[in-house]
Protein backbone atom coordinates (compact mmCIF):
# COMPACT_ATOMS: atom_id res chain seq x y z
CA UNK A 1 0.00 0.00 0.00
CA UNK A 2 1.09 3.74 -0.98
CA UNK A 3 0.45 6.70 1.23
CA UNK A 4 1.34 9.85 1.10
CA UNK A 5 0.75 12.52 4.10
CA UNK A 6 0.15 15.96 3.25
CA UNK A 7 0.41 18.63 6.32
CA UNK A 8 1.04 22.02 7.07
CA UNK A 9 2.99 20.94 9.96
CA UNK A 10 5.65 17.90 11.24
CA UNK A 11 8.08 17.30 13.81
CA UNK A 12 10.52 18.18 13.91
CA UNK A 13 11.05 20.59 10.84
CA UNK A 14 8.40 22.84 11.59
CA UNK A 15 5.38 22.47 14.55
CA UNK A 16 2.84 24.54 16.33
CA UNK A 17 1.15 22.21 17.87
CA UNK A 18 0.45 18.46 18.12
CA UNK A 19 -0.19 18.17 14.58
CA UNK A 20 2.83 18.10 14.07
CA UNK A 21 4.25 14.95 16.14
CA UNK A 22 1.62 13.05 14.88
CA UNK A 23 2.66 13.76 10.93
CA UNK A 24 5.98 12.65 12.93
CA UNK A 25 4.94 9.82 14.65
CA UNK A 26 2.21 7.91 12.23
CA UNK A 27 4.53 7.50 9.40
CA UNK A 28 6.97 5.88 11.33
CA UNK A 29 5.06 3.10 12.87
CA UNK A 30 3.11 2.62 9.06
CA UNK A 31 6.31 1.78 7.29
CA UNK A 32 7.13 -0.22 9.86
CA UNK A 33 3.77 -2.44 9.30
CA UNK A 34 4.94 -2.95 5.32
CA UNK A 35 3.06 1.03 3.89
CA UNK A 36 5.10 2.31 1.56
CA UNK A 37 4.56 6.36 3.32
CA UNK A 38 5.90 9.20 2.41
CA UNK A 39 5.44 12.86 4.05
CA UNK A 40 5.22 16.35 1.67
CA UNK A 41 5.18 19.76 3.47
CA UNK A 42 6.97 22.99 2.89
CA UNK A 43 10.19 23.88 3.50
CA UNK A 44 9.55 27.24 5.41
CA UNK A 45 12.34 29.69 6.12
CA UNK A 46 12.63 27.84 10.03
CA UNK A 47 12.84 24.45 8.66
CA UNK A 48 16.69 23.00 9.04
CA UNK A 49 17.82 20.76 7.43
CA UNK A 50 20.96 20.48 9.63
CA UNK A 51 22.72 17.21 9.91
CA UNK A 52 19.93 15.52 7.48
CA UNK A 53 22.10 15.38 4.71
CA UNK A 54 18.75 16.29 2.42
CA UNK A 55 19.12 16.03 -1.17
CA UNK A 56 17.41 18.07 -4.12
CA UNK A 57 15.44 15.79 -5.93
CA UNK A 58 13.45 18.09 -8.40
CA UNK A 59 13.10 21.23 -9.56
CA UNK A 60 10.16 22.23 -10.92
CA UNK A 61 7.28 24.81 -11.85
CA UNK A 62 3.63 24.90 -10.46
CA UNK A 63 1.24 26.99 -12.79
CA UNK A 64 -1.06 28.31 -9.44
CA UNK A 65 -3.53 31.49 -10.85
CA UNK A 66 -2.24 32.80 -13.71
CA UNK A 67 1.66 32.36 -13.16
CA UNK A 68 4.46 29.71 -12.89
CA UNK A 69 6.41 29.48 -9.88
CA UNK A 70 9.73 27.48 -9.56
CA UNK A 71 10.15 24.65 -6.79
CA UNK A 72 12.69 22.79 -5.46
CA UNK A 73 12.31 19.64 -4.34
CA UNK A 74 14.11 18.32 -1.23
CA UNK A 75 14.25 14.81 0.10
CA UNK A 76 15.02 13.78 3.62
CA UNK A 77 14.28 11.19 5.84
CA UNK A 78 12.19 11.61 9.25
CA UNK A 79 14.98 11.46 12.20
CA UNK A 80 15.24 7.96 13.04
CA UNK A 81 13.10 6.09 10.24
CA UNK A 82 13.16 5.61 6.45
CA UNK A 83 10.35 7.18 6.03
CA UNK A 84 11.21 9.94 3.17
CA UNK A 85 9.94 13.57 3.37
CA UNK A 86 9.48 15.85 0.54
CA UNK A 87 10.30 19.84 1.40
CA UNK A 88 9.25 22.29 -0.80
CA UNK A 89 10.72 25.41 -1.91
CA UNK A 90 9.39 28.07 -3.23
CA UNK A 91 10.18 31.93 -2.35
CA UNK A 92 7.16 33.68 -2.86
CA UNK A 93 4.64 31.13 -0.63
CA UNK A 94 6.80 29.37 1.58
CA UNK A 95 9.92 31.53 2.78
CA UNK A 96 7.94 34.61 4.12
CA UNK A 97 6.61 35.42 6.55
CA UNK A 98 9.29 33.02 8.51
CA UNK A 99 5.83 31.88 10.92
CA UNK A 100 3.87 28.60 9.68
CA UNK A 101 0.28 30.77 10.43
CA UNK A 102 1.89 33.66 10.10
CA UNK A 103 2.17 36.45 13.31
CA UNK A 104 -0.81 35.68 15.95
CA UNK A 105 -1.21 39.53 15.24
CA UNK A 106 -2.07 38.99 11.78
CA UNK A 107 -3.82 41.22 9.54
CA UNK A 108 -6.73 40.72 6.73
CA UNK A 109 -3.70 40.81 3.65
CA UNK A 110 -1.05 38.97 5.79
CA UNK A 111 -4.16 36.03 6.65
CA UNK A 112 -4.99 36.08 2.45
CA UNK A 113 -1.31 35.39 2.30
CA UNK A 114 -1.23 32.38 4.40
CA UNK A 115 -4.48 31.14 2.56
CA UNK A 116 -2.89 31.11 -0.95
CA UNK A 117 0.47 29.84 1.15
CA UNK A 118 -1.66 26.56 1.63
CA UNK A 119 -3.63 26.23 -1.18
CA UNK A 120 -0.56 26.70 -3.60
CA UNK A 121 0.80 23.42 -1.26
CA UNK A 122 -2.59 21.48 -2.82
CA UNK A 123 -2.22 22.90 -5.62
CA UNK A 124 1.38 21.41 -6.11
CA UNK A 125 0.51 18.12 -4.72
CA UNK A 126 -0.06 16.09 -8.08
CA UNK A 127 2.40 17.84 -9.96
CA UNK A 128 5.14 16.64 -7.23
CA UNK A 129 4.21 13.12 -7.19
CA UNK A 130 5.01 13.70 -10.80
CA UNK A 131 8.43 14.70 -10.00
CA UNK A 132 9.24 11.99 -7.75
CA UNK A 133 7.27 9.49 -9.54
CA UNK A 134 5.54 8.07 -6.70
CA UNK A 135 1.77 7.24 -7.20
CA UNK A 136 -0.01 6.86 -3.75
CA UNK A 137 -3.37 4.87 -3.53
CA UNK A 138 -4.49 7.51 -0.68
CA UNK A 139 -3.48 10.96 0.49
CA UNK A 140 -3.76 11.38 3.99
CA UNK A 141 -4.48 15.17 4.57
CA UNK A 142 -4.42 17.20 7.87
CA UNK A 143 -6.69 19.88 9.07
CA UNK A 144 -8.04 23.13 6.56
CA UNK A 145 -4.78 23.98 4.98
CA UNK A 146 -4.83 21.23 2.81
CA UNK A 147 -8.41 20.32 3.06
CA UNK A 148 -8.55 21.34 -0.68
CA UNK A 149 -6.14 18.53 -1.82
CA UNK A 150 -9.50 16.37 -1.70
CA UNK A 151 -11.34 18.35 -3.94
CA UNK A 152 -8.75 18.57 -6.46
CA UNK A 153 -8.96 15.09 -6.39
CA UNK A 154 -12.85 14.41 -7.06
CA UNK A 155 -12.51 17.37 -9.83
CA UNK A 156 -9.85 15.32 -11.55
CA UNK A 157 -11.93 12.43 -13.29
CA UNK A 158 -9.13 10.42 -14.55
CA UNK A 159 -7.40 10.01 -11.35
CA UNK A 160 -8.11 7.16 -8.93
CA UNK A 161 -6.32 8.14 -5.90
CA UNK A 162 -8.31 8.12 -2.73
CA UNK A 163 -8.24 10.64 -0.14
CA UNK A 164 -8.47 10.67 3.77
CA UNK A 165 -8.79 13.98 5.83
CA UNK A 166 -8.42 13.83 9.43
CA UNK A 167 -9.67 16.65 11.78
CA UNK A 168 -7.26 17.52 14.38
CA UNK A 169 -9.13 21.36 14.69
CA UNK A 170 -12.00 21.98 13.61
CA UNK A 171 -12.68 25.07 15.03
CA UNK A 172 -9.73 26.09 12.67
CA UNK A 173 -11.57 26.91 9.72
CA UNK A 174 -10.65 29.71 6.33
CA UNK A 175 -13.08 30.94 4.05
CA UNK A 176 -11.95 32.15 0.45
CA UNK A 177 -13.66 33.63 -2.66
CA UNK A 178 -15.09 30.79 -5.10
CA UNK A 179 -13.55 32.58 -7.82
CA UNK A 180 -9.97 32.09 -6.58
CA UNK A 181 -11.05 28.36 -6.33
CA UNK A 182 -12.38 28.01 -9.88
CA UNK A 183 -9.11 29.24 -11.09
CA UNK A 184 -7.20 26.96 -9.40
CA UNK A 185 -9.95 24.09 -10.83
CA UNK A 186 -11.33 23.13 -8.26
CA UNK A 187 -14.93 23.29 -9.38
CA UNK A 188 -18.54 22.86 -8.58
CA UNK A 189 -18.34 25.42 -5.82
CA UNK A 190 -22.24 26.94 -4.98
CA UNK A 191 -21.83 29.44 -2.74
CA UNK A 192 -19.64 32.69 -3.19
CA UNK A 193 -17.43 32.12 -0.17
CA UNK A 194 -15.69 28.70 0.02
CA UNK A 195 -15.16 27.13 3.65
CA UNK A 196 -11.85 25.29 3.29
CA UNK A 197 -12.64 22.66 5.54
CA UNK A 198 -15.87 22.29 4.59
CA UNK A 199 -14.58 21.53 0.94
CA UNK A 200 -12.83 19.07 2.48
CA UNK A 201 -15.11 17.41 4.59
CA UNK A 202 -17.98 16.94 1.60
CA UNK A 203 -15.25 15.77 -1.13
CA UNK A 204 -12.71 13.22 0.84
CA UNK A 205 -13.30 9.54 0.90
CA UNK A 206 -13.47 9.74 4.38
CA UNK A 207 -13.53 11.78 7.20
CA UNK A 208 -11.86 10.95 10.45
CA UNK A 209 -10.96 12.58 13.62
CA UNK A 210 -8.66 11.91 16.55
CA UNK A 211 -10.82 10.73 19.45
CA UNK A 212 -14.28 9.39 19.79
CA UNK A 213 -15.04 12.12 22.08
CA UNK A 214 -14.80 14.30 19.57
CA UNK A 215 -16.14 12.92 17.12
CA UNK A 216 -19.29 12.71 18.59
CA UNK A 217 -18.87 16.35 20.13
CA UNK A 218 -17.93 17.49 16.42
CA UNK A 219 -21.55 17.76 15.37
CA UNK A 220 -22.48 20.50 17.77
CA UNK A 221 -22.35 24.46 16.61
CA UNK A 222 -19.48 24.81 19.78
CA UNK A 223 -17.20 22.70 18.27
CA UNK A 224 -17.48 23.50 14.63
CA UNK A 225 -19.44 26.66 14.13
CA UNK A 226 -20.79 26.73 10.46
CA UNK A 227 -19.56 23.04 9.94
CA UNK A 228 -22.01 21.10 12.60
CA UNK A 229 -24.84 20.22 9.89
CA UNK A 230 -21.81 19.49 7.12
CA UNK A 231 -20.28 16.86 9.80
CA UNK A 232 -23.97 15.51 10.91
CA UNK A 233 -24.32 14.45 7.19
CA UNK A 234 -21.33 12.49 7.42
CA UNK A 235 -19.64 9.34 9.55
CA UNK A 236 -16.69 10.80 11.11
CA UNK A 237 -15.10 8.18 12.89
CA UNK A 238 -12.23 8.67 15.92
CA UNK A 239 -9.33 7.23 16.30
CA UNK A 240 -7.05 8.35 19.05
CA UNK A 241 -3.37 9.20 18.65
CA UNK A 242 -0.94 7.50 20.59
CA UNK A 243 2.81 9.39 21.72
CA UNK A 244 6.20 8.34 21.37
CA UNK A 245 6.58 5.82 24.14
CA UNK A 246 10.49 5.54 23.45
CA UNK A 247 10.98 8.90 23.42
CA UNK A 248 8.81 9.78 26.16
CA UNK A 249 9.90 7.64 29.02
CA UNK A 250 11.67 8.82 32.44
CA UNK A 251 13.59 5.72 32.69
CA UNK A 252 15.80 6.70 29.64
CA UNK A 253 14.93 10.39 29.00
CA UNK A 254 17.80 12.24 29.22
CA UNK A 255 16.50 15.57 29.98
CA UNK A 256 15.88 14.43 33.46
CA UNK A 257 17.89 15.21 36.75
CA UNK A 258 17.04 11.60 37.72
CA UNK A 259 15.67 9.28 35.46
CA UNK A 260 12.75 7.10 37.03
CA UNK A 261 10.11 4.09 36.13
CA UNK A 262 7.01 2.63 37.81
CA UNK A 263 10.01 0.54 40.08
CA UNK A 264 11.62 3.55 41.06
CA UNK A 265 8.71 5.79 41.49
CA UNK A 266 10.44 7.42 44.79
CA UNK A 267 13.10 9.24 42.83
CA UNK A 268 10.54 11.10 40.57
CA UNK A 269 11.18 13.62 43.77
CA UNK A 270 14.29 14.53 42.54
CA UNK A 271 13.06 16.27 39.43
CA UNK A 272 10.25 18.22 41.57
CA UNK A 273 13.58 19.66 43.26
CA UNK A 274 15.59 20.35 40.51
CA UNK A 275 12.72 22.06 38.52
CA UNK A 276 11.97 24.41 42.14
CA UNK A 277 15.76 25.06 42.44
CA UNK A 278 16.27 25.57 38.97
CA UNK A 279 13.59 27.96 37.92
CA UNK A 280 14.13 29.58 41.50
CA UNK A 281 11.40 28.22 43.39
CA UNK A 282 10.86 27.27 46.87
CA UNK A 283 12.53 24.14 47.26
CA UNK A 284 9.37 22.78 49.16
CA UNK A 285 8.34 18.96 48.14
CA UNK A 286 5.50 18.90 50.41
CA UNK A 287 3.74 21.76 47.67
CA UNK A 288 1.20 20.41 44.80
CA UNK A 289 3.24 21.21 41.86
CA UNK A 290 0.88 22.44 39.08
CA UNK A 291 2.91 21.97 35.12
CA UNK A 292 1.46 22.92 32.01
CA UNK A 293 3.28 22.83 28.83
CA UNK A 294 0.71 24.75 26.00
CA UNK A 295 -0.25 27.12 23.51
CA UNK A 296 -1.89 30.01 25.36
CA UNK A 297 -4.80 30.51 23.50
CA UNK A 298 -8.43 30.73 24.56
CA UNK A 299 -8.69 27.22 23.77
CA UNK A 300 -6.20 26.17 26.34
CA UNK A 301 -8.46 27.36 29.34
CA UNK A 302 -5.68 30.06 30.02
CA UNK A 303 -8.67 32.17 31.73
CA UNK A 304 -9.35 29.17 34.29
CA UNK A 305 -5.62 28.79 34.96
CA UNK A 306 -5.25 32.60 35.65
CA UNK A 307 -8.18 32.32 38.00
CA UNK A 308 -6.82 29.39 39.52
CA UNK A 309 -3.35 30.79 40.24
CA UNK A 310 -4.82 33.93 41.63
CA UNK A 311 -6.80 31.91 43.84
CA UNK A 312 -4.74 28.67 45.10
CA UNK A 313 -1.29 30.23 44.75
CA UNK A 314 -1.02 31.69 48.41
CA UNK A 315 -1.93 28.45 49.87
CA UNK A 316 0.33 24.75 49.37
CA UNK A 317 0.54 25.04 45.86
CA UNK A 318 3.20 26.32 42.91
CA UNK A 319 2.20 26.69 38.60
CA UNK A 320 5.15 25.93 36.45
CA UNK A 321 3.70 27.37 32.80
CA UNK A 322 5.61 26.74 29.65
CA UNK A 323 4.41 28.24 26.23
CA UNK A 324 3.53 31.30 23.58
CA UNK A 325 0.82 32.41 22.39
CA UNK A 326 -2.02 35.89 22.62
CA UNK A 327 0.12 38.93 24.16
CA UNK A 328 -2.75 39.23 26.67
CA UNK A 329 -1.97 35.82 28.17
CA UNK A 330 1.26 36.56 28.41
CA UNK A 331 1.21 39.90 30.06
CA UNK A 332 -0.94 38.18 32.87
CA UNK A 333 1.17 35.48 33.53
CA UNK A 334 4.35 37.67 33.73
CA UNK A 335 2.06 39.94 36.14
CA UNK A 336 1.32 36.82 38.24
CA UNK A 337 4.90 35.51 38.73
CA UNK A 338 6.22 39.02 39.75
CA UNK A 339 3.50 38.99 42.56
CA UNK A 340 4.59 35.45 43.39
CA UNK A 341 8.27 34.64 42.49
CA UNK A 342 8.41 31.56 44.37
CA UNK A 343 5.59 30.30 43.69
CA UNK A 344 5.22 31.19 39.95
CA UNK A 345 7.08 30.74 37.20
CA UNK A 346 6.13 31.20 33.77
CA UNK A 347 8.64 30.73 30.51
CA UNK A 348 7.06 32.30 27.64
CA UNK A 349 9.56 30.09 25.44
CA UNK A 350 9.04 26.69 23.39
CA UNK A 351 11.52 24.39 24.88
CA UNK A 352 11.41 21.08 24.51
CA UNK A 353 13.48 19.60 26.90
CA UNK A 354 12.47 22.37 29.92
CA UNK A 355 9.17 20.75 28.68
CA UNK A 356 10.01 17.44 29.40
CA UNK A 357 11.51 18.47 33.31
CA UNK A 358 7.76 20.43 33.60
CA UNK A 359 6.67 16.46 32.61
CA UNK A 360 8.76 14.56 34.99
CA UNK A 361 8.97 17.33 37.90
CA UNK A 362 5.22 18.43 38.51
CA UNK A 363 2.70 16.27 40.90
CA UNK A 364 -0.62 17.31 38.29
CA UNK A 365 -0.41 18.61 34.40
CA UNK A 366 -2.89 21.07 34.00
CA UNK A 367 -5.29 20.89 30.72
CA UNK A 368 -8.76 23.27 31.39
CA UNK A 369 -9.49 23.16 27.79
CA UNK A 370 -12.68 24.16 26.35
CA UNK A 371 -12.45 21.71 23.76
CA UNK A 372 -9.97 18.88 23.10
CA UNK A 373 -9.47 17.49 20.08
CA UNK A 374 -7.33 14.49 21.55
CA UNK A 375 -4.58 16.22 23.42
CA UNK A 376 -0.85 15.14 23.90
CA UNK A 377 -0.03 16.23 27.04
CA UNK A 378 -2.06 14.43 29.24
CA UNK A 379 -0.87 10.94 27.90
CA UNK A 380 2.92 11.90 28.20
CA UNK A 381 2.48 13.17 31.90
CA UNK A 382 1.12 9.81 32.52
CA UNK A 383 3.89 8.40 31.39
CA UNK A 384 5.83 10.01 33.50
CA UNK A 385 3.76 9.38 36.67
CA UNK A 386 2.02 12.85 36.88
CA UNK A 387 -1.57 12.98 37.00
CA UNK A 388 -3.62 15.18 34.91
CA UNK A 389 -5.86 17.59 36.16
CA UNK A 390 -8.03 17.71 32.87
CA UNK A 391 -11.14 18.93 31.52
CA UNK A 392 -13.89 16.40 30.72
CA UNK A 393 -14.06 16.84 26.40
CA UNK A 394 -12.98 15.70 23.67
CA UNK A 395 -9.42 12.95 24.10
CA UNK A 396 -9.36 14.10 27.95
CA UNK A 397 -12.79 11.92 28.22
CA UNK A 398 -11.51 9.60 26.58
CA UNK A 399 -7.79 8.70 28.45
CA UNK A 400 -8.07 10.31 31.49
CA UNK A 401 -10.04 8.46 34.32
CA UNK A 402 -11.05 10.37 37.80
CA UNK A 403 -9.77 8.86 40.57
CA UNK A 404 -11.60 7.01 43.80
CA UNK A 405 -10.54 5.37 46.29
CA UNK A 406 -9.71 2.80 44.17
CA UNK A 407 -8.05 3.92 41.29
CA UNK A 408 -8.26 6.41 38.35
CA UNK A 409 -5.13 7.85 36.70
CA UNK A 410 -6.00 11.79 37.31
CA UNK A 411 -8.94 14.28 38.08
CA UNK A 412 -11.29 15.23 35.65
CA UNK A 413 -14.11 18.31 35.86
CA UNK A 414 -17.04 19.07 33.89
CA UNK A 415 -18.11 22.59 34.01
CA UNK A 416 -15.58 25.62 31.63
CA UNK A 417 -15.04 27.73 34.71
CA UNK A 418 -12.59 28.68 37.53
CA UNK A 419 -14.72 26.91 40.19
CA UNK A 420 -15.08 23.70 39.03
CA UNK A 421 -11.01 23.31 37.95
CA UNK A 422 -10.11 24.79 41.11
CA UNK A 423 -12.04 22.59 43.01
CA UNK A 424 -10.30 19.52 40.88
CA UNK A 425 -7.21 20.99 41.64
CA UNK A 426 -7.86 21.08 45.48
CA UNK A 427 -9.40 17.46 45.43
CA UNK A 428 -5.51 16.49 43.88
CA UNK A 429 -3.85 18.08 46.80
CA UNK A 430 -6.30 16.62 49.16
CA UNK A 431 -4.97 13.05 47.65
CA UNK A 432 -1.75 14.04 47.39
CA UNK A 433 -1.33 13.72 50.96
CA UNK A 434 -2.45 9.86 50.81
CA UNK A 435 0.40 8.81 49.89
CA UNK A 436 -0.16 5.51 49.56
CA UNK A 437 -3.44 6.39 47.30
CA UNK A 438 -1.36 8.77 45.43
CA UNK A 439 1.29 6.26 44.38
CA UNK A 440 -1.53 3.88 43.03
CA UNK A 441 -2.88 6.51 40.84
CA UNK A 442 0.55 7.04 39.55
CA UNK A 443 0.90 3.29 39.14
CA UNK A 444 -1.79 3.36 37.02
CA UNK A 445 -1.06 6.23 35.00
CA UNK A 446 2.34 4.65 34.16
CA UNK A 447 0.75 1.80 33.10
CA UNK A 448 -1.87 3.43 30.55
CA UNK A 449 -0.89 2.43 27.02
CA UNK A 450 -0.62 5.44 24.91
CA UNK A 451 1.69 4.02 22.10
CA UNK A 452 0.98 4.26 18.75
CA UNK A 453 0.66 0.23 17.94
CA UNK A 454 -3.03 0.26 18.40
CA UNK A 455 -4.20 3.22 16.19
CA UNK A 456 -1.77 2.09 13.27
CA UNK A 457 -3.93 -1.01 13.27
CA UNK A 458 -7.26 1.34 13.19
CA UNK A 459 -5.49 4.03 10.64
CA UNK A 460 -4.37 0.59 8.29
CA UNK A 461 -7.90 -0.80 8.91
CA UNK A 462 -9.44 2.64 7.85
CA UNK A 463 -6.81 3.16 4.71
CA UNK A 464 -8.04 -0.83 3.34
CA UNK A 465 -11.53 0.32 3.70
CA UNK A 466 -11.21 3.23 1.44
CA UNK A 467 -8.73 2.01 -0.98
CA UNK A 468 -10.75 -1.32 -1.32
C1 LIG B 1 -4.57 19.70 17.66
C2 LIG B 1 -5.55 19.50 18.81
C3 LIG B 1 -5.02 18.51 19.84
C4 LIG B 1 -4.54 17.25 19.16
C5 LIG B 1 -3.53 17.58 18.06
C6 LIG B 1 -3.05 16.36 17.30
O1 LIG B 1 -3.46 20.43 18.11
O2 LIG B 1 -5.86 20.73 19.43
O3 LIG B 1 -6.03 18.18 20.77
O4 LIG B 1 -3.93 16.40 20.10
O5 LIG B 1 -4.12 18.46 17.13
O6 LIG B 1 -4.09 15.64 16.70
Given at each position: MKVLFVSSEVAPFAKVGGLADVVSSLPKKLKRVGVDVRVLIPHYQQTKLGMLRAKIVGDTKIFFGNKFYKVKIFQAFLPGSRVPIYLLQQKKW?????EIYG?????KKAKEHITKRFLFLSVSVLQILKNVNFEPDLIHIHDWPVAPVAGLLKSQKKIKIKSLLTLHNAAQQTSVPKKLLKSL??????????NLLKLGIQTADAVNTVSPTYAKELGKKQFSGELAATIRGKKISGILNGIDTTSFDPNTDPYLWTKYSAKTLAKKIKNKSGLQKNLN?????SLLLVGMVTRLFHQKGIELLVQAMENLTPGPFQFVILGTGSKKYHEILSILEKKFPKKICFIPEFDRHLARQIYAGSDVFAMPSLFEPCGLGQMIAHRYGTLPVARDTGGLHDTVVNYNKKGGNGFIFKKFTGEAFIKSLEEARVTFQNKKLWKKLQFQAMSENHSWNRSTKEYLKLYKKIIK
Open positions: FTNPPKPTINGIANQTSAQILLNNK
